[in-house]
């Protein structure tokens, strides 16, 4: 007997079949977002050969870098004073710059939170100022903000930091308090508590363990960006590097150093931050960085211990207003004591010196942003510029997307052929999340001497260590059940692999993918500033000059409009593929 | 005594609520005279959360008056009304304290009415009012856990610090919403005997919503029963028996599905019954 027989005469024959079975429905949404992503495809394709990785071009930069290792001088360090304050410098302007950002964030996470928004109206104002402060480049701040202050002083850093960090925290503020329980909120104000009362009472108390977590991970992506501080004027570790690198060749061995001491100094203060979200806060951390891998891996399976209080002896009411000093007391308060203590440290780290400020210049800097204007140039030059930019973007992240689906695939438990392979790629993965990107930009654009092409590999190099990861991970997250079925069916690996991981994998890919792009399109306008291309490189010039500050804002204004056009793009994308 | 004894310290004049176009509360008339001990009896939907909430101001109505310890509530401005707030005190279903906070903590917010500006940890607060916390924690047998966090605490530990931080406020009226639906039979049965005991002790009018006809018997003074947002029952609670109120509800019922909802709720509350029958 086979299985057609079992089917009976009435199912008549193949052909027959085929004429009765429904035609494939493809919804004209679905159409239109595969012709959009198969166009953005071709695009990363185009951006990637305009960009000139013709075999000539990677021989004479291959030439250079020989050529400038050959010459320089051996890797060295500055001496140990100098090294202690600039990393002193660098250190309590990223405390300092991200505790203002995290203080400015609560009024306007109240804002835009649905639940502690004053007036319905007042939340999109929350928001754009949370869009805003997050397109506006720190650097471009801190170039703009130069003629206010002396030149090495670290205030516009703190500023640059300050303003530009308002966007995300003030976001994650804002989701840590719509997703607080609204309850003990209800139950002061059923007591007569103020507006305020409620607040600081019932949501603050909730929310705090989630706040210092996104500062203290704020605080990360700070240090890592600092680097591109030095560029802007801002002394420490940046700064120092770039005087180095302006010296060639006597003055590589030691930027060189430098770069390693600010990779060094990443490293170490994730590892710290990882270990008091995770300790004092009971928060996993989920950063991409090294340091929250390690921790990750080193406090899986421990939760946290839970403590009691039993006080000893007779109690009484008297006695009892006395607070004991329990481990929980003894702990929150050492906290507290060393935050405050890391704070005034910064502050006399940094040694700010408030009678450099010419405060005269700083309403006149606010004013000089507006309105927004072309200078000199037309529009078809800023165009032109921001197609370079976006070019860099996408052909970054077609990079990374390609590397990063071999690695990937490779570091999901569900995909690779064996556990060593699987581990292998994890820290193949964790590797390249380690190495800050901006820095490895800096020092490619120095040592080859091109912009475009050094940040398109830098970018692509940071971006293979997130998108891999998320890749693994999203595969790995797939339900199992398809997979199983088709091993049962006989299927082999591969086969698996394309016809149950992949279409399940395939959404958050896309969705991924997307939000390399978006910040590929950031990063790059950054680079643009070091590497004097794209649009950073009008950037620059304008920023620097009081009289140019309009055309700052339209060039800001040019690349809001595409990271939210590709934000939008790729929220489209994961409704219609989800 | 003043003139306040003689009005009734709670006045609902035919009070709607609707809430789009789910009607939550209809016409309700209902009159609480100072030191009574209401329970408000309903399914779960028939509008009590609603009514309480309008008790405190939490909602206003659609329609009609809420008048509270002599005041209109929907005629207040907002500092008024937080006046009005601060002497009418609230205990919840799901208790609501903050679970990162110290149990003395959480019981001093009640105290916030009474004080300006927000205050944060427990050095913001005079030292008299801690005093009074830690009084009132002793009252509720959870003075040694006054330096616990409250997430800590069991749900019947956790409602007992509710209690006190509803002492705090030196309430006249006590508002409880089903603050024994999350817990286990036993501290249900200490937690309602806490609230009826406090309420003796300070001539606390109070208005307590339960869903459980067992607990309601022999509890309260009064019982007022909620169908469909509507006073269908007001009586006192004095000599009525189980298979009374039940009869009451049977005759109010008017479809099969409320019917059988009443009858599988009498079967819950035997069960309960014969369970704590089964301890003694
Ligand atoms: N905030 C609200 N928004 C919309 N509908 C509500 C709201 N609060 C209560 N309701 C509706 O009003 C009715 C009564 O609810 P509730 O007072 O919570 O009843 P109970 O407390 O007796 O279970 C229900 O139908 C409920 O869905
Ligand atoms: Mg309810």
Known sequence: ?578 | MNSTTISPVIRLSGVSKDFGSTRALSGVDLTVERGEVVVLLGLSGSGKSTLLRHLDGLELPTRGDVEVLGRSLPKLKAHELRRVRARVAMIFQQFELVPSLTVLENVLTGALARLKGPRLGLWAYPKQLKLAALTHLDRVGMLEKAYERADQLSGGQQQRVAIARALMQSPEILLADEPVASLDPESSAQVMRLIREIAADDGLTVVCSLHQVDLALGWGDRIVGLRHGEVVLDTPAMGLSKSQVMEIYGRVATSTAELSAIESELRDAEFAAQATDGIR
């Open chain 1, 1 to 578: 007997m086979t299985a057609l027989d079992v089917a009976g005469p009435s199912a008549g024959s193949a052909e027959d079949v085929a004429a009765r079975a429904p035609r494939r429905a493809f919804p004209a949404e679905r159409a239109c977002a595969v012709v959009v992503l198969v166009a953005m495809l071709i695009f990363s394709v185009w951006s990637l050969s305009m960009l000139d990785f013709s075999w000539g071009n990677i021989q004479s930069s291959w030439n250079i870098a020989v050529k400038v290792f050959s010459r320089m001088g051996p890797i060295s360090l500055p001496g140990p004073e100098d090294l202690f304050s600039l990393i002193g410098i660098t250190f309590g302007i990223v405390v300092l710059g991200t505790l203002a950002a995290s203080l400015i964030s609560i009024p306007v996470a109240l804002l835009a939170a649905a639940n502690t928004t004053p007036a319905p109206w007042l939340r999109p104002v929350g928001r754009a100022i949370g869009v805003i402060t997050r397109a506006v480049p720190d650097v471009v701040l801190a170039l703009a903000f130069s003629l206010t202050f002396a030149l090495g002083s670290p205030l516009p850093g703190i500023f640059a930091l300050g303003i530009h960090s308002i966007g995300m925290i003030s976001k994650l503020f804002a989701d840590a308090i719509e997703n607080s329980d609204d309850g003990p909120r209800l139950a002061i104000r059923a007591a007569g508590g103020s507006r305020a009362q409620e607040f600081w009472s019932g949501v603050f108390p909730q929310v705090l363990p989630s706040w210092i977590a996104t500062a203290l991970h704020r605080f990360d992506i700070n240090l890592r960006g600092s680097a591109i501080l030095g560029y802007a004027g801002v002394g420490g570790l940046g700064y120092a590097m770039k005087v180095a690198f302006a010296e060639f060749p006597t003055g590589y061995g030691r930027g060189l150093g430098i770069a390693c001491v600010i990779f060094v100094m990443c490293v170490v203060l994730e590892i710290v931050s990882s270990t008091i979200r995770r300790n004092l806060l009971g928060v996993q951390p989920l950063g991409r960085g090294l340091g929250d891998r390690i921790v990750r891996a080193a406090t899986k399976n421990r939760p946290a211990p839970a403590q009691r209080v039993a006080p000893r002896g007779e109690v009484d009411v008297h006695r009892m207003l006395r607070r004991p000093w329990t481990r929980d007391r003894v702990r929150d308060t050492s906290w507290t004591a060393t935050g405050l203590l890391v704070v005034v440290a910064a502050w006399f780290l940094t040694d700010i010196d408030f009678s450099q400020v010419q405060w005269q210049f700083v309403p006149r800097t606010i004013e000089s942003f507006w309105p927004p204007d072309l200078g000199s140039y037309s529009f078809a030059d800023f165009a032109q510029a921001m197609l370079v930019t976006i070019q860099v973007a996408f052909a970054a992240a077609l990079l990374s997307l390609v590397f990063s689906l071999v690695f990937g695939s490779l570091a999901a438990r569900n995909v690779a052929p064996s556990g060593g392979v699987r581990n292998t790629f994890r820290v193949i993965l964790v590797i390249f999340r380690g190495v800050p990107e901006l820095v490895l930009a800096i020092f490619l654009i120095m040592v080859t001497g091109l912009g475009n092409q050094a940040g398109v590999v830098a970018l692509a190099f940071g971006g293979i260590g997130l998108l891999g990861k998320l890749i693994a991970d999203s595969f790995e997250e797939v339900p199992n059940g398809p997979e199983r079925a088709l091993t049962a069916a006989g299927a082999s690996r591969a086969q698996r692999y394309l016809a149950a991981t992949w279409p399940q994998g395939l959404p958050s890919l896309i969705g991924n993918s997307l939000y390399l792009v978006d910040t590929n399109i950031r990063s790059a306008t950054i680079l643009g500033i070091v590497g004097g291309s794209g649009i950073g490189f009008y950037l620059t010039n304008a920023s620097t000059v009081l009289t140019l500050h309009g055309q700052v804002t339209t060039l800001v204004l040019m690349v809001i409009v595409t990271v939210l056009a590709v934000e939008g793009v790729a929220a489209w994308m994961r409704r219609v593929f989800r």
